[in-house]
């Protein structure tokens, strides 16, 4: 503990920030250099995923998931309840989506076989409803002192979350205050975000000189894919301060998940926010550089001696990326495909929320990754709309779902709210780019139609719980009664490995 603590206090120091400002700069000079070289191109398009889920108890209350479950398996996250899974990259394919997809079920087998020894099950959700047995406010709320230091007993031990949660707290008065509809409260550290899990499509591109144009035809893609994907409609019940709860109902957000996540840090800098168009690859550098700088670290400070040849030459400027939070965010760096003597360039697809079902998982993943590259093969328009009706159209999303007002361009270069119009395009865009890919048309059924029946019957995962909440409160039940019994449905029905959409 006595190490653990010597790194958080140091990563708060202004000397450290200074070196590590220092070592950003210079270290996104020679990037940016390599970047002109032609270093970050490779052979073809990749893809990746990363997926967080959360365990619970035999009485599907929260819990957390014990040391066995990380043996190789999948990785810690921001909560002691909290997991990652991720898969390897591997070529945008036919091949490559198997590849993904056998990849993320094998390894949420192991992690689901190895929390069943405990008692315990991992869930694929975007927001834990049930509270653990000494319930949300003293789960996230318990935290203690130590030499000057806030540390918050249900965050995992890591000295990066702690040196962040200590600097965001520096900035807020000591608490968090999160305000969605019915809750309004201060939290003595940003675990409160640790209510919501979510899944990250990635999609290398393969030419550095053309990402500017996949990643601004994505932003204008995030409206629509998100409403289709929303599944964070409420927070635990005794979070609430309410009287009648079919206000609640009416009146909260579909996804959840976007407001907790911006409200834990932003309160501090406006880090997690919808993003900024890029006119070239080397922007993506600039704006990280000057992004505000959040618990820096030197890299000798962390005993690490099986480093990639990237993390070796750019260890700050990666870590700095740690901290750079945007909807959709430029990766330079990673491991490409061909796994030869170059980095590669890829887009972070980040709003989605977790998924119910593995299936439902890939098929987003063939979703973003089919429509940004159909789109930009067929030289589609939705580049030019602007920026702020991309962003409008994303956070109605996040209020409304499926019943929100987008904004699109269409093939013929008319702008349109119309949703009907808008789906039409996107899955027909997107079966263009799978197939651009040589993605045979049964994969893409099995991925993609499970998605557009969501749209046809105007369903998602949180019209879904908001429907099974309000038949219980129909009938007479209390609120925390009626949202653990559709948590519980909800629970024992994504373990069918059915699609929401046969959720009858």
């Known amino acids: 503990m006595a190490e653990f603590i010597d790194l958080v206090a140091r990563s708060l120091r202004e000397e450290t920030r200074s070196e590590f400002d220092r070592r950003v700069d210079e270290q996104a000079a020679r990037l940016t250099d390599a970047l002109q070289t032609g270093r970050l191109d490779s052979p073809g398009f990749g893809l990746g995923i990363e997926l967080e889920a959360y365990a619970v108890d035999d009485k599907n209350r929260l819990a957390r998931v014990p040391d066995s479950v990380f043996d190789g398996h999948c990785d810690r996250e921001l909560g002691e309840h909290n997991v990652e899974l991720h898969t390897d990259p591997t070529p945008f394919?036919?091949?490559?989506?198997?590849?993904?997809?056998?990849?993320?079920?094998?390894?949420?087998?192991?992690?689901?076989?190895?929390?069943?020894?405990?008692?315990?099950?991992?869930?694929?959700?975007?927001?834990?409803?049930?509270?653990?047995?000494?319930?949300?406010?003293?789960?996230?709320?318990?935290?203690?002192?130590?030499?000057?230091?806030?540390?918050?007993?249900?965050?995992?031990?890591?000295?990066?979350?702690?040196?962040?949660?200590?600097?965001?707290?520096?900035?807020?008065?000591?608490?968090?205050?999160?305000?969605?509809?019915?809750?309004?409260?201060?939290?003595?550290s940003l675990l409160f975000e640790s209510l919501a899990s979510s899944i990250q499509p990635h999609l290398q591109v393969p030419d550095a000189e053309a990402f500017p144009r996949y990643y601004n035809t994505a932003l204008g893609t995030l409206g629509p894919v998100l409403a289709l994907a929303t599944n964070s409609p409420l927070l635990p019940p005794d979070l609430y301060a309410i009287d009648d709860p079919s206000d609640v109902l009416e009146e909260t957000h579909h996804e959840l998940r976007i407001p907790v996540f911006e409200q834990s840090i932003n309160r501090a800098w406006e880090?997690?926010?919808?993003?900024?168009?890029?006119?070239?690859?080397?922007?993506?550098?600039?704006?990280?550089?000057?992004?505000?700088?959040?618990?820096?670290?030197?890299?000798?400070?962390?005993?690490?001696?099986?480093?990639?040849?990237?993390?070796?030459?750019?260890?700050?400027?990666?870590?700095?990326?740690?901290?750079?939070?945007?909807?959709?965010?430029?990766?330079?760096?990673?491991?490409?495909?061909?796994?030869?003597?170059?980095?590669?360039?890829?887009?972070?697809?980040?709003?989605?929320?977790?998924?119910?079902?593995?299936?439902?998982?890939?098929?987003?993943?063939?979703?973003?990754?089919?429509?940004?590259?159909?789109?930009?093969?067929?030289?589609?328009?939705?580049?030019?709309?602007?920026?702020?009706?991309?962003?409008?159209?994303?956070?109605?999303?996040?209020?409304?779902?499926?019943?929100?007002?987008?904004?699109?361009?269409?093939?013929?270069?008319?702008?349109?709210?119309?949703?009907?119009?808008?789906?039409?395009?996107?899955?027909?865009?997107?079966?263009?780019?799978?197939?651009?890919?040589?993605?045979?048309?049964?994969?893409?059924?099995?991925?993609?139609?499970?998605l557009e029946t969501r749209w046809t019957d105007r369903t998602t995962p949180s019209r879904w719980k908001l429907d099974r909440v309000a038949d219980r409160l129909d009938a007479g039940k209390e609120f925390d009664e009626s949202v653990r019994e559709m948590q519980s449905e909800y629970i024992a029905r994504a373990k069918t490995e059915e699609p929401l959409t046969q959720w009858t």
Not at 298 to 326: I, M, N
Not at 335 to 341: A, F
Not at 363 to 386: F, I, K, M, S, Y
Not at 406 to 431: H, K, M, N, P, Q
């Open 93 to 188: 394919d036919d091949d490559g989506i198997a590849a993904q997809a056998a990849s993320l079920r094998q390894d949420y087998r192991t992690a689901q076989q190895a929390a069943a020894r405990d008692g315990l099950e991992i869930v694929l959700d975007s927001m834990w409803t049930i509270p653990p047995r000494e319930g949300s406010d003293d789960y996230l709320g318990a935290v203690r002192e130590s030499e000057g230091l806030s540390i918050a007993e249900n965050m995992t031990s890591s000295p990066r979350y702690c040196a962040i949660d200590n600097a965001v707290l520096g900035r807020t008065g000591g608490s968090i205050p999160l305000s969605v509809p019915g809750v309004d409260r201060r939290f003595p």
């Open 271 to 450: 880090k997690v926010r919808f993003p900024d168009e890029i006119g070239s690859a080397a922007d993506t550098v600039d704006r990280l550089v000057a992004d505000p700088t959040c618990a820096p670290f030197l890299r000798e400070w962390l005993r690490d001696d099986d480093r990639e040849t990237f993390a070796d030459q750019f260890w700050e400027l990666d870590h700095k990326r740690g901290t750079y939070w945007r909807w959709l965010r430029a990766v330079i760096g990673g491991q490409p495909v061909d796994r030869g003597d170059r980095w590669s360039i890829r887009i972070e697809y980040r709003p989605l929320p977790t998924q119910p079902t593995i299936r439902e998982t890939i098929g987003l993943q063939c979703l973003v990754v089919g429509l940004v590259r159909g789109l930009c093969v067929a030289d589609h328009p939705l580049e030019t709309l602007d920026r702020d009706a991309a962003e409008r159209s994303f956070y109605s999303a996040v209020e409304d779902g499926l019943e929100a007002d987008l904004a699109w361009i269409t093939a013929d270069g008319d702008r349109t709210t119309d949703s009907s119009v808008i789906y039409g395009e996107l899955f027909e865009y997107a079966r263009r780019g799978l197939r651009e890919q040589g993605v045979s048309s049964e994969t893409m059924e099995e991925y993609l139609a499970p």
